[in-house]
């Protein structure tokens, strides 16, 4: 089985800010794809999936190209503005980049936009539409209160493959689970949603968290979208505020462990080569 994590960052501050990370944190520094690979060989992740980090036009050429000069990225999901009207062309564009064939999926830091219905404007269906067109998919980075807007975006879109990161952040801190549960569970009745195992740890307390803490929510998005809708992701190295990779790694392969050996392939590897087209 060839092991994916399917959502992880690199990022280099020399080039550029990252203005989401706070002065004092342990990430305000630049990480990269050497500083991954030991890693993720350590913890026999084969290939991986490199995610956008800010809304700038220039990050996704760069993936492209680190995606083209490294073995272990097997995709990249890029950010380009989905309310700009050439969108579609703007998308062909980037296919023609070096690495260009690497590019998998857009996505958008919804959880930073004020309107909880943002996925619903129409300039925005007009993006997600040409995302579709493109035959690439689109990840969902959305805080709780948005996931009915995934819904009914998904609902409007079926021809449109949505991966949810991170679950869809829920409260696992506070323990917890609905209103989150049953939104996710609305999400994942519609057949061309996917969801990832990823980003559990940080919304769980970051220096006390256990599995235990995790297990009633990845417990729910296995049964809501089960294994072959279901990808394990590390989120690294964002995860770090948490725990190592290999901590978050063997934490997932913790939670999988009473699905059949086929059923962790897919969560592990299958769905996302055949979700993204790795």
Same mark, same amino acid.
């Given at each position: 089985?060839?092991?994916?994590?399917?959502?992880?960052?690199?990022?280099?501050?020399?080039?550029?800010?990252?203005?989401?990370?706070?002065?004092d944190s342990?990430?305000?520094?630049?990480?990269t794809?050497?500083?991954l690979a030991?890693?993720a060989?350590?913890a026999?992740?084969?290939?991986?999936?490199?995610?956008?980090?800010?809304?700038v036009p220039e990050?996704t050429? =760069? !993936?492209?190209?680190?995606?083209? #000069?490294?073995?272990?990225?097997a995709?990249?999901?890029?950010?380009?503005?989905?309310?700009?009207?050439d969108?579609?062309d703007?998308?062909?564009?980037?296919?023609?980049?070096? #690495?260009?064939?690497?590019?998998?999926?857009?996505?958008?830091?919804?959880q930073?936009e004020?309107?909880?219905?943002?996925?619903?404007?129409?300039?925005?269906?007009?993006g997600?539409?040409?995302?579709?067109?493109?035959?690439l998919?689109?990840?969902?980075?959305?805080?709780?209160?948005?996931?009915?807007?995934?819904v009914?975006? *998904? =609902?409007?879109?079926?021809?449109?493959?949505?991966?949810?990161?991170?679950? #869809?952040?829920?409260?696992?801190?506070?323990?917890?689970? =609905?209103p989150?549960?049953?939104?996710?569970?609305?999400?994942?009745?519609?057949?061309?949603?996917?969801?990832?195992?990823? %980003?559990?740890?940080?919304?769980?307390?970051?220096?006390?968290?256990?599995?235990?803490?995790l297990?009633?929510y990845a417990?729910?998005?296995?049964?809501?979208?089960?294994p072959?809708?279901?990808m !394990?992701?590390s989120?690294?190295?964002?995860?770090?505020? *948490?725990?190592t990779?290999?901590?978050?790694?063997?934490a997932?392969?913790?939670l999988?462990? %009473?699905l059949?050996?086929?059923?962790?392939a =897919?969560? !592990?590897?299958?769905?996302?080569?055949?979700?993204y087209?790795?």
């Amino acid at each position: 089985m060839t092991v994916v994590d399917a959502h992880h960052h690199v990022w280099d501050l020399s080039v550029r800010d990252q203005d989401w990370i706070a002065p004092d944190s342990p990430l305000r520094r630049s990480f990269t794809t050497a500083d991954l690979a030991p890693e993720a060989d350590a913890a026999g992740v084969a290939r991986t999936v490199l995610v956008q980090t800010v809304t700038v036009p220039e990050e996704t050429p =760069e !993936f492209l190209a680190l995606a083209a #000069g490294h073995e272990l990225i097997a995709g990249v999901v890029g950010w380009t503005d989905l309310t700009r009207p050439d969108v579609a062309d703007e998308l062909a564009q980037l296919r023609q980049l070096p #690495g260009g064939t690497h590019l998998k999926g857009i996505r958008h830091q919804v959880q930073g936009e004020p309107d909880p219905e943002w996925l619903l404007r129409p300039d925005v269906r007009r993006g997600l539409t040409a995302v579709a067109d493109a035959a690439l998919v689109y990840d969902l980075v959305v805080l709780p209160h948005q996931l009915p807007a995934c819904v009914k975006a *998904a =609902e409007s879109l079926p021809h449109l493959t949505f991966v949810l990161d991170h679950l #869809g952040k829920p409260p696992i801190a506070s323990g917890a689970l =609905e209103p989150w549960a049953a939104d996710v569970r609305a999400l994942a009745a519609l057949p061309n949603t996917v969801c990832k195992l990823s %980003g559990m740890v940080t919304e769980a307390d970051l220096a006390t968290w256990t599995i235990d803490d995790l297990r009633p929510y990845a417990d729910t998005v296995l049964d809501a979208f089960g294994p072959d809708r279901l990808m !394990f992701g590390s989120d690294w190295p964002v995860c770090m505020l *948490a725990a190592t990779y290999g901590e978050v790694v063997s934490a997932a392969r913790e939670l999988t462990a %009473g699905l059949g050996t086929a059923e962790r392939a =897919e969560v !592990f590897g299958g769905t996302a080569t055949r979700i993204y087209g790795l």
